[in-house]
């Protein structure tokens, strides 16, 4: 990966100087908000999609609904925090250095970066919380996939990673939320369900006023279903 990253021929090196380029030619103002973006503001609006995930679904979803939902939105932070553990021993093995290093007028928004490119960490927690979240409900984890596609033209766009290093974080990211889905779901549907359940914690999975209705319609229900016990006398002396 190192001796690829070192050929100015490899389309890796040409897409980042192409991307790098806009950040050369753009005024100062301009990289001070994609320097802010791409290191703490994308990942904070991802922050802000789960929560508001969170909220709507536990105010206006039925309680199977709101279990599932909140389940895969638990899952999808460990997933993350799973693919950049695993990540770790990745950049040691394949241990390349930043674009900044190894090619000339690379424009780099921001200092302090000395560890390994490959993969991009940013990239992959972004990847990993979008998909997880699409596990858990389709419109939201959307716009976090969007998200954590606008987190990696960020990243080679301030100069501090290749293309190939997005990409690699984006198919760890899916690949870690996707894997071990079936099981982290298995664990987390029986306690989030049990937690719907508590006097005390059950907000955090349910409102309160999404609880009663709940109850109310299923009380409904079971009005409508009873069976009737008996007839009318009208019925019976019709029936006579």
């Keep these: 990966m190192a001796e690829l990253a070192l050929d100015g021929a490899n389309p890796d090196v040409g897409l980042l100087y192409d991307i790098n380029g806009l950040a050369v030619s753009a005024p100062d103002w ?81 200092d302090g970066k000395t560890d390994f490119s490959f993969v991009s960490d940013h990239s992959t927690m972004a990847m990993a919380l979008g998909v997880g979240l699409f596990v858990a409900h389709r419109r939201f984890g959307l716009a976090a996939i969007g998200l954590a596609l606008a987190e990696g033209f960020c990243r080679v766009y301030m100069g501090v990673h290749y293309p190939t290093d997005v990409v690699g974080g984006f198919a760890l990211g899916t690949a870690v939320t996707l894997l071990l889905a079936p099981l982290a779901l298995a664990l987390l549907t029986p306690l989030v ?14 409102s309160r006023r999404a609880a009663v209705l709940d109850r109310q319609r299923r009380h409904e229900t079971l009005d409508i279903a009873e069976p009737r016990q008996g007839a009318e006398p009208g019925e019976r002396d019709l029936a006579a």
Excluded: K, Q
């Excluded at 994609?34 to 990942?43: L, N, P, Q, R």
């Excluded at 090619?103 to 780099?108: A, D, K, P, R, S």
């Excluded at 369900?193 to 349910?206: E, K």
């Design 30 to 110: 301009f990289d001070r908000v994609m320097e802010f973006t791409g290191e703490y503001g994308i990942m904070l609006a991802m922050v802000l999609v789960v929560l508001w995930c969170w909220w709507s679904v536990r105010r206006r979803g039925t309680e199977e609904d709101a279990v599932a939902t909140v389940a895969g939105m638990v899952w999808a932070p460990l997933a993350a925090g799973v693919a950049l553990l695993i990540n770790i021993p990745i950049r040691g093995f394949v241990e390349r250095p930043r674009p900044f290093l190894d090619h000339e007028g690379i424009e780099v928004l921001v």
């Design 193 to 206: 369900s049990a937690v719907s359940r508590s006097a005390h914690a059950g907000w955090l999975v349910r």
